[in-house]
């Protein structure tokens, strides 16, 4: 709303007030009067880059996760090659200890799978989430950004943008609204 009322260098003030640089770093561009398409091709391209780099880490996690059984698998057949050495060694027969180096052996099975299937494997599952949550996130900036540079109606961009959510979130979205409308407080996204 404030920038069909002042314009667009008006919300350079409001940009200071914004934490998310990717936020902060769109509205800035439209503030100083960029092309909206290199402005859309600067911030999906930023985009892109970001999500490369969350692809890259959740990939660890889902490497990790995939050997880890195996690694797990090596380390039982090292116990037991070990095992089997000093049944040989033994002079009674080696029967004595021989529970007790198999479930030393079998363990690293056991870690395995507890560290791919508790630990490596929720990571990166988490990570992937997280990754959708902010490309949406991030596009809904870019459309909205433009949007506000071609000069739209506030309430077509807030209808336009709620409809790439979930309902749920379009449900909290509308709520908050409803309530900052009802105490005259206005986000800086409401604002812009």
Do not use: W
Not at 31 to 48: F, G, H, I
Not at 130 to 146: A, F, H, K, M, V
């Amino acid at each position: 709303m404030l920038a069909r009322q002042s314009g667009l260098l008006a919300l350079e003030e409001k940009a200071d007030e914004i934490q998310d640089p990717f936020f902060k770093q769109a509205v800035l561009m439209i503030v100083d009067a960029n092309d909206p398409d290199k402005v859309r091709y600067m911030l999906e391209r930023e985009m892109d880059d970001m999500m490369t780099r969350h692809d890259e880490a959740a990939g660890i996690y889902e490497k990790a996760s995939a050997f880890a059984p195996a690694f797990g698998m090596i380390g039982t057949l090292v116990g037991l090659i070990n095992m089997l050495k000093q049944l040989g060694l033994d002079s009674e027969g080696g029967s004595g200890d021989l529970g007790q180096q198999m479930a030393v052996a079998l363990i690293t099975t056991f870690y395995g799978c507890v560290l791919s299937n508790l630990v490596f494997h929720p990571i990166a599952k988490k990570l992937r989430i997280r990754q959708e949550e902010e490309e949406l996130y991030c596009s809904t900036i870019i459309e909205g950004i433009i949007a506000i540079q071609g000069g739209e109606n506030p309430k077509f961009i807030r209808e336009r943008l709620l409809s790439c959510m979930k309902q749920s979130q379009q449900k909290k979205l509308l709520m908050k609204a409803v309530k900052e409308e009802g105490r005259g407080e206005g986000g800086v996204g409401e604002e812009i």
